[in-house]
């Protein structure tokens, strides 16, 4: 299984579960199991990078990026 982390641009897949040490903020945000989730922008630094969840954009950070776990659609 992926990470969100490993996502190339414009790459779309499902967020397949959370780690357990996941931050809650997250889930907040709209990453929550079943959900499409898309690469959309990275910095010209790799990190952070915005990704397109639920209608939103929200930028994350690599650590918080790792532990998503993502399957293709």
Known sequence: MRTL???????ASVIKE???????????LGFLPGEAVEL????PLGW???YLVMGGVVALRRSDADRIYVVNK
């Open 5 to 11: 982390s490993e996502l190339k641009p414009r790459e």
């Open 40 to 43: 959309m922008y990275k910095s």
């Open 48 to 50: 952070p990078r915005a």
């Open 18 to 28: 959370l780690s357990p040490d996941c931050p809650l903020r997250l889930a907040e």
